[in-house]
């Protein structure tokens, strides 16, 4: 049987050994984009050029969406690399190779999932750190809770606003607005990106327990032939020793060689 694995048709070792270095270099790719993103978050938070921000918030975008492209293209080949590794046709030993470059490959795919999402969870800390100090400098009798409330209703940037345009700052009220409608809004974004990435990381942790549980099975069928090998070696080594140690006494008795004849074990 024969797989498709990132344009390879896998038909032997050497496709699959193609294959696997394909995977690890889009999981390389994968790595960058974070990166980007991550460097793209802090200039979110930091710019205050409204022109600037918007800049940086399109480039993320499209960082962000290429980013998903390159993880759903990952799990996919990886999916199909696990039918490969268990494909009855191939040996165990084989089996055995492919799968170690497999869970190789899952376990750093989980853990750049893992990376990605602590990025996106620390973006949202600072969205709303951002979000409590300019509600302070707005509003600086406002109560915790009434702080909390007003981030995590959509109303706090008509607040902002309206706070900084009474004391006749009509632009500045509309910087604000803008500023605090994009934070809340990346701040659900960040939470739908955290629940999908959540989802996948608990699938590819799903997917690197099967693979460990089948290289474990395959490593004792694999230790159990060798283990049979060495009893038949030792076996025969003790039967060839037993043979000539016979033929030693028959050579040094010849009555010892009539009598086991006339016994029938010659």
């Known amino acids: 049987m024969t797989y498709q694995i990132e344009g390879y048709t896998i038909s032997n070792e050497m496709d699959f050994v193609h294959a696997t270095n394909a995977i690890s270099e889009q999981i390389d790719l994968l790595s960058q984009n974070i990166g980007h993103l991550e460097r793209l978050h802090g200039e979110a938070i930091h710019t205050t050029s409204t022109f600037k921000h918007t800049q940086v918030l399109r480039s993320r975008e499209q960082y962000a969406a290429d980013t998903d492209v390159i993880i759903s293209r990952i799990k996919s080949s990886l999916l199909t690399m696990e039918h490969a590794v268990s494909d009855p046709s191939i040996s165990k030993i084989d089996s055995n190779l492919r799968g170690g470059r497999q869970i190789k490959l899952t376990r750093n795919f989980r853990e750049q999932l893992e990376r990605y999402k602590k990025m996106e969870r620390e973006q949202a800390t600072r969205n709303r750190d951002h979000l409590v100090h300019m509600y302070k400098i707005a509003c600086p009798d406002a109560t915790d809770e009434e702080i909390n409330l007003a981030i995590e209703d959509d109303s706090a940037g008509q607040i902002f606003a309206q706070r900084v345009m009474s004391s006749s700052r009509v632009g500045e009220g509309r910087r604000v607005l803008q500023d605090v409608t994009d934070r809340q809004n990346d701040i659900l974004r960040i939470e739908q990106t955290i629940q999908e990435l959540s989802r996948l990381f608990n699938e590819v942790s799903e997917m690197v327990n099967r693979q460990q549980e089948r290289l474990d099975m395959i490593t004792v069928a694999v230790e159990n032939i060798e283990v049979s090998v060495e009893k038949a070696v030792y076996y025969r080594k003790k039967s060839r020793k ?25």
């Open 242 to 266: 037993r043979t000539w140690w016979i033929i030693g006494i028959i050579i040094g008795h010849p009555v010892t060689l009539s009598v086991l004849k006339s016994q029938g074990k010659l």
